[in-house]
């Protein structure tokens, strides 16, 4: 469970981090995130994550599972996210029969990717 101070939860912090933020697609999931850009001096936020599991995914059912497996994989990375910064995982189609450990490979690849380091 991601605690209430990590999570992205206004639309606006959403259509921003989509928008404005770097992207990076693996097969199941695309990363798109947004370092914090506040003024010099002023300590930033703790890092955001939201999701983004439509319909396309599949019925209520898979939706919900795909989301607790992101929900899951983000919480354990959330050490690692650049303080202040929002994130948006969106669940591809394909993220419905996807493993846990596909998920898990699929987003640390598009944070290593974002992070420059890969």
Known sequence: MLPA????????????????GRRAGRRAVVVHLL???????????PARVGFVVNKAVGNAVL???VHRRLRA???SRLPELP???LTVVRA??????ASYDDLVADV???L???SGAG
């Open 112 to 114: 290593r990717r974002l």
């Open 35 to 45: 370092p914090w850009s506040g003024p010099d001096g002023v300590r930033p936020e």
């Open 83 to 85: 303080a202040g910064s």
């Open 5 to 20: 101070s990590n999570r992205l939860r206004r639309s606006d912090e959403f259509r921003r981090a989509v928008r404005s």
């Open 92 to 97: 591809l189609p394909s993220s419905a029969s």
């Open 73 to 75: 994989v983000m919480a």
């Open 108 to 110: 640390d690849g598009a």
């Open 63 to 65: 939706r919900n599972r």
